[in-house]
């Protein structure tokens, strides 16, 4: 182990803001996560970079993960089981799954980022979360200096939330998830419930998709709405949808009829935060380099030479506009560091 030092993370996010790692170490094996050299150090464990908002220096330890392999592990009547490295680019291995004939993860196609990472805020789209296909996390704990596993119900599965982020590890780097299992069940269905979908594959001729059919869709619609960070950097949508009081949703309803509401199974309601974006005034607005992306107003995007603190500029702006205009807060989905 001899991490290097004073390096630059610029490419490892894909909001392209600048920032340096006082020191750096490529994780490409389980087992290096266990040398002594690494206890007790300020930690921060990175994947692709694209749920980050670098906000300045990391005067400690960046573990990047690199853990390659994907194999089927099992399977049985009812499911195939797949295991894959924690440094497996997602979207890649979601397709070799399909080219395997292992239908089930399609509808999460074209997410960036690292198989590692998925599980922390259990990623979703498209009426698909993967805590729904997960089985098991294998992670290296710090404290506990030992490998742990969770399974599904450990990992406390929620709209862009898990055990991981509840008990604040991908902030303060405890667990280093170095694996994942994933369950796909050989009955499959497909799941073609979103509008956007529905209509792709409509506009195909497309009755009785297959789950290929189903991540070309998905593929053709993401990059039509949304920027590629190759191109304009961004890190995805960048806030959660409100849930808010079923009172208040009524409330704005009555001054917006146009609002879209999404009934909760707690009698709450979610709100669509691009669309108050949209309706505050800033969808292809920008506070000096940084705005909120012109054909998708959720997707905040650097136009180039922007620093974290442009970032929290042009957040605080879109949270006050968003506060002012519906009583509404929003709160960010990417990781600040
Ligand atoms: C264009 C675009 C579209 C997107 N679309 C979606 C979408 O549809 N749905 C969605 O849910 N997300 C979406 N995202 C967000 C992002 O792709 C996901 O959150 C993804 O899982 C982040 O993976 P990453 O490897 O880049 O993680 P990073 O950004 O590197 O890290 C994110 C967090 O996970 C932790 N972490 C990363 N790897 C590990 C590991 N191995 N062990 C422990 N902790 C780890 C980090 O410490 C950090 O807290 C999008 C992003 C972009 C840029």
């Known amino acids: 182990m001899n991490p290097s030092t004073n390096v630059d993370l610029s490419p490892f996010n894909t909001l392209a803001l600048p920032g340096r790692a006082a020191r750096y170490q490529k994780i490409t094996a389980p087992e290096q996560l266990s040398s002594a050299e690494l206890v007790g150090e300020k930690r921060f464990i990175l994947g692709g970079g694209s749920n980050l908002v670098l906000t300045g220096d990391f005067d400690g330890l960046l573990l990047h993960m690199a853990i390659p392999g994907k194999r089927l592990l099992k399977e049985d009547a009812e499911a195939w089981f797949i295991e894959a490295g924690a440094g497996e680019n997602w979207h890649d291995f979601v397709q070799w799954t399909l080219s395997q004939g292992w239908p089930g993860l399609e509808n999460l196609s074209l997410i960036p980022g690292t198989v590692g990472a998925a599980p ?102 993401r990059q039509r709405k949304l920027p590629d960070p190759v191109v304009t950097p961004n890190a995805g949508s960048f806030f959660h949808n409100p849930v808010v009081e079923a009172t208040q949703a009524a409330t704005l309803a009555t001054d917006y009829p146009a609002l879209p509401r999404y009934p909760q199974p707690d009698g709450r309601v979610k709100l669509a935060a691009g669309w108050l974006i949209e309706q505050a005034g800033w969808k292809g607005k920008a506070l000096g380099p940084v705005g909120m992306y012109e054909k998708q107003a959720l997707v905040l995007v650097n136009h180039g030479g922007a620093t974290g603190a442009d970032v929290k500029r042009t957040m605080a702006a879109v949270q006050a506009a968003v506060r002012e205009k519906f009583g509404v807060d929003l709160t960010p989905e990417p990781i600040f560091l």
Not at 134 to 144: G, Y
Request: charged share 20%; proline share 3%.
């Open 120 to 221: 922390i805020q259990n990623i979703g789209a498209y009426g698909l979360e993967v805590g729904e296909c997960l089985q098991s996390v294998t992670a290296w704990d710090f404290d506990k200096n030992t490998f742990v596993s969770f399974g599904r119900d450990d990992c406390r599965f929620a709209y862009r939330d898990s055990l991981f982020k509840q008990q604040g590890w991908h902030l303060n780097g405890r667990i280093a998830i170095t694996s994942v299992v994933f369950r796909l069940p050989k009955a499959w269905q497909p799941n073609i419930r979103y509008a956007d979908l529905a209509q792709e594959l409509a506009a195909h001729q497309i009755a009785t998709p297959s789950a290929r059919d189903i991540a070309a869709a998905i593929i053709a619609v």
